[in-house]
C-alpha cells in the first residue's frame, strides 16, 4: 500500500495560493515586523498579569488550583501573592484585561499583513518546512482561542462547554511557545526590514509617496502591487486608534470614577444601581439559588478551630468591628473600591482558639455555581485589614453582595472573597 501523500502539482491552483493574487502594497516584512514588535509588549504583560493571577489563587493551598494538571508544575514567580498594597490583584488584573483587548486591533492588523504566507504554495516543501507550519498553526489558533475565550469570558458568555480557565491557560502556554519560536526565527527578517527601511521612517510617507516593497523570495509584499490607497501612517493611526478606543472603554471598569461610563463593554453595563450597595455584582444570589431562608434570622456562622462555635449575626455585630476600605477586583478585569466594616479574621481565628491559625477554609452557603469554596492563606488571615464584612459603606450588605456576611480581604482576587459564608474551618498553626 503506497502511504506517501499525492504529489501536489508546482503550479498554485487559482486563487490566493497564486503569487500575484496579494495586490496591497502596504504589506511586507516592514510592516509585518512594525505590528509585530508593537505587539509584542503587550502579549508580554498580559501573559505576565495571567500567571500573576494565578499565583493570586494561591493555588498551593487546599482545592483552590482549578487546572486539573496542577498548570505547569513549577513555580514561575518566587513568591507567594501578598496581601499589600490593597489595589495589586485589581491593578495586575486591569492589566491583563486592557493590554489583552489593546492587542486585538494590532493582532487582526498582524494577520492581515501576513496572510499571502498562509495560502503559501505548495503546502508543504520539506520536513522543516511541515514544522514550521505545524508552529504557525499553533501561533494562529493559540492566539485566536487565547483573545476569543478571554473577550467572552470578560462578557461572562460561555457558549462551549468546557470549561474556561484550564482551556485558557493550556492554550496560552500552547500559544506563547510559538511565538516565543516564531519571534526568534523572524529576528534576521525584522532586523533587515529596520535597518533597510528603519524603524519609524515609512511612516512618513504620505499617499503619493507610499509605495511597495522590494518583493523577495518568501516575502508578504507583493509581486505585482496595486496603486497604494491608503498610506502606511494611515493604516497604523487606523489601528492604532481602534487599540486605543478599545482600551479605553475597558479601562473605564478598572479606574472607575467618570471613566466607568465609557467602560461600553463591562459585562455588567456601565450602572450597577443607586445607593450604598450600588456597585458592580457578578454572581446574583438569585443565581446561585440563595434567598431569605438560607440567610435569614436562624442563619448561624460555623466557625472552628481548636473549638467550634455557632455565631449569629448578632453576635458577629458585638464583637470588635473594623472599617476599609478596600477595592474588589474581578478576575474579568473589573474593580471597586468600597468602604467594608466586619470582624477581623485574626479575631475570629483567635475566638475560634486558632490564633495565627495556618490557613482558613471559607464555604459559602451556596450549593449551585462555582467558587462556592476558597482557602486563604495565613499571611491572608493574619492581615489586620482582612474582614468578614458584615455591611458596607455604612449599611448592611445587600443579599447580592453576600448577606449576612462575606469575606474581603487586600489583593485577593474577587471570586475567593467568598459571598454568604455559611462555615470557616481555621487549621491550626
Ligand atoms: C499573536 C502573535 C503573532 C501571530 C499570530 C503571527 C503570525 C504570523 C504569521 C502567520 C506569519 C507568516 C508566516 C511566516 O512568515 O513565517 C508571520 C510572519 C511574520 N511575523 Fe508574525 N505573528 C505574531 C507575532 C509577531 C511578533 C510579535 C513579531 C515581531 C516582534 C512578528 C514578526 C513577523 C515577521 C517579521 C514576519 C515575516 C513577514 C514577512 O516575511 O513579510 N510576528 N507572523
Redesign the pocket.
Known sequence: MNLRPPKLPDEPPPGPARPGFWKSPLR??WL??FL??A??PL?VICALTGFLSQLAYSPDLGDNNILPAGGLGFDIFPFSWPTDPAWLYALTQGLHVVSGVVAIPL?FA??WS?MP??FEWPPLRSVSHMF?RIS?AF??GG?LFVFFTGVMNIQLYYPWNFSFVPSHYYAAIVFLAA?AL??GL?IP??RT?FRERGVVRPLNDDLAHTVAEPCRE????PLEPDAATMSRRALIAGVGAASIGIGAMMAGQVIGGPLRSIALLAPHGTNPGDGPNGFQINKTADAVGIGAAETGASWRLSVEGRRALKLSRDQLLAMPQHTYELPIACVEGWSTTQTWTGVRLRDLAESAGAPGASQVLVESLQEAGSFRKATLSGAQIDNEKSLLALRVNGVDLSLDHGFPARVIVPALPGVHCTKWVGSMKFEVA
Open positions: 511586507g516584512p509585518s515586523s509585530g514588535s505587539l509584542l502579549i493582532l498582524k494577520l501576513v504566507k498562509l514550521e504557525l501561533l494562529v492566539a511565538l516564531h519571534v523572524k527578517t525584522i526590514a518568501g516575502s508578504t509584499a
